[in-house]
């Protein structure tokens, strides 16, 4: 156990420690309070030296499988995401969908 600011002792940790995954809860501060306090999760997202999972509660956790996201756009990032969620023990009926989403707009290649 460590003391300190807890944005701060956990980036510190995570670079001492080499770590390749952090996983931190997320309290659900009102707006008011992440203004004046800030969020940890948020600022262990924007500043860590590795990947990180922001877990929240699931009230549904009994009544529903677990669903996991992957948004994958080819990308090497997203081939590592694909590895990490294959390699990971899943809940008896868990779900995985793959998500790839094509944006289309005027600075897509071929547009003008």
Known sequence: MLSGDARTVILDQAATLQADLIVVGAQGVSALERFLLGSVSKAILKFAPCS???VRGNPNRDESPF???LAADGSSGSE???KSIAGRPWFAGA???VLSVVELGLNAP???
């Open 52 to 54: 990180v999972e922001v």
């Open 67 to 69: 669903r996991v996201l």
């Open 80 to 82: 590592n995401a694909a």
């Open 95 to 97: 779900e995985v969908r």
């Open 110 to 112: 071929g547009c003008l």
